[in-house]
């Protein structure tokens, strides 16, 4: 089970954004305005902290390095309890965002773990 997933809009987009910028990484501040989005950088362009908690790694069709998710310890205590899922939408995000001058910008869209999800993750 992984905390984790990417939609294949998303997908699609990270590929093109992989083509352009090579290996990628997600992280998600918890900042206000667009620091509660998750930002997709290259990878190592962000330096993870210490109170960083990695969520996972994505699988995308295509792209042979998986793109790592982390998020602000912080940030991790309001979404423990839930499945992520990246997606990507039309509009303008952060700025600094690779996905801002395509016009689009990620999000998270999330669920609530099941109760057998939530011990699964617990364990690992």
Not at 17 to 38: A, N, V, Y
């Amino acid at each position: 089970m992984q905390r984790v997933d990417v939609t294949t809009s998303a997908a699609d987009m990270l590929h093109r954004l992989t083509g352009m910028h090579g290996p990628l990484m997600f992280h998600q501040s918890g900042g206000c305005c667009d620091g509660s989005s998750p930002m997709c950088y290259p990878a190592g362009d962000f330096h993870i902290g210490s109170s960083d908690v990695h969520l996972g790694d994505l699988t995308v069709p295509g792209v042979d390095e998986p793109v790592s998710v982390w998020m602000s310890a912080a940030q991790f205590e309001y979404w423990k309890h839930t499945h992520l899922t990246i997606d990507v939408v039309p509009g303008r995000g952060a700025g600094f965002s690779l996905e801002a001058p395509e016009g689009v910008r990620f999000l998270i869209r999330s669920r609530l773990l099941t109760d057998a999800e939530y011990a699964a993750l617990a364990a690992s």
